[in-house]
């Protein structure tokens, strides 16, 4: 019955690669969407904030 075992343990790895493999275009994706949306927040909070961020930088 070992066998068995570890022939199914290496399927499933298999199909955890397969699965990894074809999802990676939709992380990739996904990770331009997040860097492009926090770039955008960051960018929106300089705006809103810079006095107050250039008279910190002053002290």
Do not use: C, H, W
């Given at each position: 019955m070992a066998p068995m075992k570890g022939n199914v343990l290496k399927a499933n790895k298999s199909?955890?690669?397969?699965?990894k493999k074809g999802s990676s275009s939709d992380t990739a994706v996904m990770r331009r969407k997040v860097k492009q949306t926090f770039a955008d927040q960051v960018e929106a909070f300089i705006k809103r904030y810079r006095p107050a961020l250039e008279a910190l930088a002053k002290r």
């Amino acid at each position: 019955m070992a066998p068995m075992k570890g022939n199914v343990l290496k399927a499933n790895k298999s199909a955890v690669r397969k699965q990894k493999k074809g999802s990676s275009s939709d992380t990739a994706v996904m990770r331009r969407k997040v860097k492009q949306t926090f770039a955008d927040q960051v960018e929106a909070f300089i705006k809103r904030y810079r006095p107050a961020l250039e008279a910190l930088a002053k002290r």
